[in-house]
């Protein structure tokens, strides 16, 4: 398989974490475990944002795997700081998205790298680079919901 079909499972793969995310309750979850004030509307938007750079990462697998990979280091590190971080530190609570963290970031997620890595499309600037990139990617949403509700940027006042 060649990256950007990798690339292209990775998206496929995240629809379906959504989709265990949300039948399993994640933002009730996510509010009494890990204390982010979270609304349905914003999982929704976030979740669209990742589908939408999901496609562009795949479509710039073959020219920028930098950008590209981005997109399996946001997999990763959800995978890591919202799903099995949590569920280790609550001591096995379950954390909505965990089974297909596990079961399709992680190997889905390190494939990515690996293939970029036989194709001679990886150096250390590159990983660190799309890591970065992603962890930017993973906090963004994380830091606006935290600031949305200060007086700065709310829009219900004169």
Excluded at 86 to 93: A, D, E, I, Q, S
Excluded at 110 to 130: K, N, Q
Aim: charged letters at 15%; hydrophobic letters at 55%.
């Amino acid at each position: 398989m060649s990256l950007t079909d990798l690339m292209w499972l990775a998206l496929a793969c995240y629809g379906i974490h959504i989709l265990e995310e949300y039948q399993f309750d994640w933002r009730n979850w996510a509010r009494a475990v890990i204390g982010l004030p979270v609304e349905w509307s914003d999982f929704y938007i976030v979740n669209a944002l990742v589908i939408v750079l999901g496609g562009v990462a795949a479509e710039l697998a073959a020219t920028v795997p930098l950008l590209a990979l981005a997109f399996p280091a946001v997999m990763l590190i959800n995978a890591t700081f919202f799903h099995v971080r949590p569920f280790l530190t609550t001591r096995g609570r379950f954390s909505p998205g965990l089974i297909t963290a596990v079961a399709l970031f992680y190997p889905v997620g390190i494939a990515c790298y690996w293939r970029a890595g036989l194709g001679g499309r990886l150096d250390t600037a590159t990983v660190l680079g799309s890591l970065l990139i992603g962890a930017v990617l993973m906090a963004s949403p994380v830091v606006l919901l935290k600031l949305k509700d200060r007086p700065y940027f709310r829009q219900d006042h004169a």
